[in-house]
């Protein structure tokens, strides 16, 4: 049972219990004034009766398990949560028929050893009680798939709980634990394993054996280091080592390859792993509260990194992928030529913006400036339209806009400041960029038109196009002014982005298209656009912006 199960059952429970009824919602018809053990044999003589497999005796104030309950071996579930009982007869272990039980809630100290008989249980909830010891014979019990043994004062496991073999979820947060027992390496099936709260000193090797862990908190212990098999839980989503005492992280945890959370706040960590930086699906990461000295750029690029101060402008930086030595770059002293690549200066590999790798940033002149000591130039993330890939950091001029971004070595735009010629770093082939000074403001009506064409070019530059295309990229100043003298034209860059997202734009279809959603009038003003911008009908060029 999962937990929105138990508390939507638990809900129900207390509504049915308020009402004198059952936790199949059938009323009982006992009389509510009679004190609370006289309604409680009232409702066990009918469960008897009508043979009823649930009973729900939550919030019934009982203080010890009513006689008249033994003998009802057709239930298979019963709830006995939120009572004052202290302890559980033997002949509990008599219900063989039981699936879920519920005993959490009370004021127990001990569990009886006949309880191992209940060989049919599923879900076993002993938590929030005071429970000391564990029988061994809770080994017994190989069909169970959950046990909640959350916020007692448990100071040790017996051995046999490695016998649960089918176990998928265990609690044991909020415990005295100071060591977890070899024979856990056997609960092959475990994904969720909560062990916040304890004493915990070490870990033993073999929970590297729970290869399919996907949750494994172990958060408020007092760990100072972790077993080098934790590498070995590839699976694993969300891992909590946070308020230990780790002085260090392993660089191992670089095989969690399906890591999505790490939480390592409150420890006395001075430094991350590099290792950190190869974790793709890592997109939380909090490192709060920690003597950091220094973070690895890689590590920067995570999507929700907390706890880590932001970085000053002085101090950032690009770094390189392909080795660990590049971190920082060794920049000639004078400015490269324009259309070239920042690379590593230990490996010569093209270096990558911090950030979201698959929308980079780029690097305003004032970056460049601080990360790099280049004036006068910026840094551009051009893609190749010969193979589609990512050209990072190539050197741009410092203020302006992309025109296109063309395969053929041409000016296909007369307003055109700076032809950048650029080699692609993944292909080798070669292709120009096209650079106008005069950007246009973000805010006017040409720029949300030109805006809706920018995304309609990256959905395009998503799909596999023919060689040598040329590509309208942005347009200049002048040109996307010129869109202002036609009044559809924001309608029509909305209806080619529409028709962006499931076809590839060729312009006589898309003239087609417009004409069919706008009219021949809107049509006509796209083919003024497409003229103004450069783009010819007969080459039957792709227009993607």
């Known amino acids: 049972m999962g937990f929105i199960d138990w508390l939507l059952m638990r809900l129900h429970c207390r509504a049915a219990n308020q009402s004198g009824g059952s936790c199949s919602s059938v009323s009982d018809g006992s009389d509510l004034t009679a004190p609370p053990d006289v309604r409680v044999l009232t409702l066990v003589r009918r469960a008897k009766a009508d043979g009823w497999t649930e009973l729900c005796l939550g919030y019934r104030g009982l203080t010890m398990l009513p006689e008249y309950l033994r003998g009802m071996t057709p239930l298979q579930r019963l709830d006995l949560s939120n009572n004052q009982l202290t302890t559980l007869p033997e002949w509990l272990g008599e219900m063989i028929g039981l699936e879920y039980l519920s005993l959490s809630y009370n004021q127990l100290v001990a569990v009886p050893e006949s309880i191992g008989n209940l060989t049919n249980l599923k879900t076993l909830s002993l938590n929030d009680n005071q429970l000391l010891l564990l029988p061994d014979s809770l080994g017994n019990l190989v069909n169970l798939t959950e046990l909640w043994l959350g916020d007692n004062q448990l100071k040790s496991l017996p051995d046999s709980l490695g016998n649960l073999v089918k176990l998928e979820r265990l609690t044991l947060w909020k415990n005295q634990l100071t060591t977890i027992p070899e024979s856990i390496g056997r609960l092959v099936d475990l994904t969720e394993f909560y062990l916040s709260v304890n004493h915990l000193g070490t870990l033993p090797e073999s929970i590297g054996k729970l290869v399919k862990l996907t949750h494994l908190c172990l958060a408020r212990n007092q760990l100072k280091s972790v077993p080098e098999s934790l590498g070995n839980l590839t699976n694993i989503i969300q891992l909590s080592l946070a308020h230990n005492q780790l002085t260090s992280l392993p660089e191992f945890l670089g095989n969690l390859v399906k890591l999505h959370e790490l939480d390592v706040k409150e420890n006395e960590l001075r430094e991350l792993p590099k290792c950190l930086r190869k974790l793709r699906s890592l997109e939380i990461l909090d490192v709060g509260d920690n003597p950091l000295a220094s973070v690895h750029p890689g590590i920067r690029r995570i999507k929700d990194l907390r706890g880590v101060p932001e970085e000053k402008p002085s101090e950032r930086h690009l770094y390189c992928e392909a080795c660990d030595e590049g971190t920082r770059v060794s920049p000639p002293r004078e400015r490269p030529p324009f259309g070239t690549p920042i690379v590593c200066a230990t490996c010569h590999a093209a270096l990558l913006p911090i950030g979201d790798a698959t929308e980079p940033r780029d690097y305003s002149p004032s970056d460049v400036s601080a990360s790099l000591g280049y004036a006068d130039c910026s840094l551009g993330h051009p893609r190749c339209p010969w193979c589609l890939k990512v050209n990072h950091c190539v050197v741009f001029p410092e203020n302006g806009t992309v025109l296109a971004w063309c395969a053929r070595q041409k000016q296909a735009n007369p307003g055109a400041a700076f032809v950048i010629d650029v080699a692609c770093v993944h292909c080798n082939r070669r292709f120009v960029v096209e650079w106008d000074q005069s950007p246009v403001r ?37 040109s996307i002014l010129r869109c202002n003298e036609h009044p559809r034209a924001m309608s029509i860059g909305e209806v080619l982005y529409e028709m962006g997202n499931h076809k590839l734009v060729l312009m006589l279809r898309a003239h087609e298209y417009v004409a069919q959603r706008l009219g021949e009038a809107a049509a006509s003003d796209l083919s003024c656009i497409w003229h103004n911008i450069g783009s010819n009908y007969s080459e039957g060029e792709c227009w993607l912006r």
């Open 442 to 478: 973000a805010d006017s009506g040409a720029g949300r038109f030109q805006q809706l064409c920018e995304e309609l070019c990256h959905i395009g530059l998503n799909r596999t196009l023919p060689e040598r295309v040329a590509f309208s990229g942005f347009f200049s100043s002048q």
